[in-house]
């Protein structure tokens, strides 16, 4: 069984910045690559970034990039997303997402808010 599970969002100031994690489980981690969405108040779910199941590869969303960061520890099954310089319409539901077995799953999310 698929198990995402995100931890770390906050409340931050703008220009602040916070650590996502994400751990995994129930699927060979190092086999699938893994994702960072994101879902503001009245808005649809937008992926972030997405790492190859390596690390050897990322992708960003250009309202990110430059900012944030994504990575991987495939001896723990855990994904990150260091966000730097952190604006307020950053906010958002931060979700973990993998593809298995041609499905989206997706954690519970953790809340980011960025205002002063």
């Known amino acids: 069984q698929v198990q995402l599970v995100e931890s770390g969002g906050g409340l931050v100031q703008p220009g602040g910045s916070l650590r996502l994690s994400c751990a995994a489980s129930?699927?060979?981690?190092?086999?699938?690559?893994m994702s960072w969405y994101r879902q503001a108040p009245g808005k649809g779910r937008e992926v972030v970034a997405t790492?190859?199941?390596?690390?050897?590869?990322?992708l960003y969303a250009d309202s990110v990039k430059g900012r944030f960061t994504i990575s991987r520890d495939n001896t723990k099954n855990m994904v990150y997303l260091q966000m730097n310089s952190l604006k307020p319409e950053d906010t958002a539901v931060y979700y973990c997402?993998?593809?298995?077995?041609?499905?989206?799953?997706w954690g519970q999310g953790t809340q980011v808010t960025v205002s002063s």
């Open positions: 129930g699927f060979v981690f190092s086999r699938n690559a």
């Open positions: 997402d993998t593809i298995y077995a041609n499905l989206h799953y």
């Open positions: 790492i190859t199941g390596t690390g050897g590869g990322t």
